[in-house]
């Protein structure tokens, strides 16, 4: 069962230790990408294409406050994309246990 083009969004979005350090960095609160930048070892260039990345996936959101925008975690698609493996994973322990009982018949 081939995984949904939203869930290898979010997979490839997580792919990467520091866009995982953002959503923690983000987790429980808003914030934009200078006071992110400095709580990270990147610089605001790269922080906010790291945002980019997460907000094609759907992860986070920016809300304009002024003239910054503030990023909030979303997480929606990590729970559907973490809903989708599971029934992969499940799919894929029952053929494995197909293929088990397959083998260890005395025909097989």
Not at 29 to 38: D, H, T
Request: charged share 25%; hydrophobic share 45%.
């Amino acid at each position: 069962m081939p995984l949904a083009p939203e869930t290898l969004r979010v997979l490839g979005a997580l792919a990467d230790p520091t866009r995982v350090a953002l959503l923690g960095a983000l987790a429980g609160r808003a914030s934009g990408v200078v006071a992110l930048s400095r709580e990270l070892p990147i610089t605001r260039q790269g922080t906010a294409k790291h945002l980019a990345v997460l907000e094609a996936a759907g992860l986070v959101e920016p809300r304009r406050v002024g003239r910054e925008a503030l990023f909030e975690v979303r997480t929606g698609p990590l729970q559907r994309a973490v809903e989708e493996m599971a029934s992969a994973v499940s799919q894929w322990d029952g053929q494995l246990e197909l293929l088990k009982e397959a083998a260890e018949r005395p025909d097989g």
